[in-house]
């Protein structure tokens, strides 16, 4: 089986105890000295195996230093005895002088600037190619999905093993991920968190979510496209499941500023069909559940009524708009016909109180606004409370269908009349229980978190765009794995070098 080069970048200080747990598979260790100094690359091989590559990143390229051309000269040409590999900036670093110090075998020549087509990648490239160099590579920022399509065109053209294209940022991620299938010989991965809000993944996450550094055989492309995603475990389950069924495929993150252009740039275009990775599923996901529902081939019955959906399938060439969010009442079904209130009257949240009340349960709706509150009333005709005049007494079920408690940034409302008979679903999930779930269950209340509820959608996600039953080993342990990991959460890291400050020389 094929594999592609992990690279974890340094952008922190970090502690021997945590270079040494480092995973085997991480090949390259990526010193941003730009961010946190020169360190001896004695020190660090006396606790990482593999190779070193030194980073000294421009102010102008997105980097930090921004002294004298002397300065910067002296420090690669010290970095060349010591480390594997070197960084080398095109605009500033191929002259003589500084060539002369550093052989060809410890280049990585790196081009950075704005996205553009493929064979404006290809007059780049071949200006670059005349310095011989072990690595080049191509970044550019990403300002919409859409971007990323150019560098994995040039790297299809190109078909060379020497060469790293992608675009990076939130709305590039998807294309780094798919450019080692491409040819790129090198993925790189945080070695901390602090790189996630502008497109980063932790070299943890590539491992555990997307089965790097191998690269499984694939034909079918899947993904999930909202705007605020990296943190989903979507990706993780769907990929794990992928793996022990054998099947050929890979679920991604689209990260989008604009639904609408998402789809005719990257789905109506056929542009990904083009690559040789058609979209034959996506999860769609808040704000763009109802853009979604408009431009459907066709939809079901209750995404017409909820007029949302969050799971498109393609068949026959036809775009299917399903929803999956009635599953999360699938654990409460049989306790109905309840009084319920629902809070939140997003797409969400109206398939959710159409389900409820397909059941015969007698539900309210709630919400902050008073305009999403009467258009889910017109939809569903159903009676409506405003968040501000809501009293928790007198419902069997509540159910938080708003996002408000997944950055642990307070209530969705007020619980000072919740009694412990209410049963208590919270869709909203994060790095740790909701302050909803946790109040709830401190009171000796009962609540199902957005963890069940998200793996029980996912089941049927799964099951929806692929014709076939997610496996049983798939389950809450796996939706947690990621939160137990360092890579998810920095207190981890913290506790870890607090208790290592006596390391021999800390980064």
Known sequence: MDAVA???????????????????????????????????????????????VYTLQTYRTGGKFDRSTEERRG???????DYDLVELECDCDLYSELLDAIPAAKRMLVWRGRACDASQFQLYFQRMALIPARYYCLIAPAAKSSDGLQTLRFLRNLKRRDVVAFCEGPSGLWSQLLSPYFGSPLLFGQLDNSMRQFGGLHVQQLMTDYGFPALRPFEELYGMVGNRILQSPSPRL????????????????FHVECFEDFWQEMVESAALDELGIPVRGLVIVSPYKEAAAAVAGASTSMVRKAMASNVFVRKDGVWEAHTTDPESIAAVRHLCPVQSAVIGCGGAGRAVAAALQQTGSRVTLVNRGLRRGDYAVSLLGLPFVPLSEFRANGFDLIVNATPVGKENDGLPFVIDTLTNSTLIVDLAYGPRPTP????????????????DVLLTQVRRQFQLMTGLEMPAEIDRETVLAGNAANFLLPEVALQSRAAAEACEYSL
């Open 436 to 451: 909803l779930v946790s109040a709830v269950r401190s009171r000796g209340g009962a609540a199902i978190d957005g963890y």
């Open 238 to 253: 769907h990929n794990n499941a992928y793996r022990m069924l054998n099947r050929p495929a890979v679920f991604l993150p």
């Open 6 to 52: 992990l690279v974890a970048t340094v952008t922190r200080p970090h502690c021997a105890a945590e270079i040494q747990e480092i995973s085997k598979a991480v090949a390259w260790l990526q010193i941003r000295s730009d961010l946190i100094g020169d360190i001896p690359a004695d020190w660090l091989r006396s606790y990482f195996p593999g190779r070193l």
């Open 75 to 81: 420090r690669l040409i010290a970095a060349a005895r």
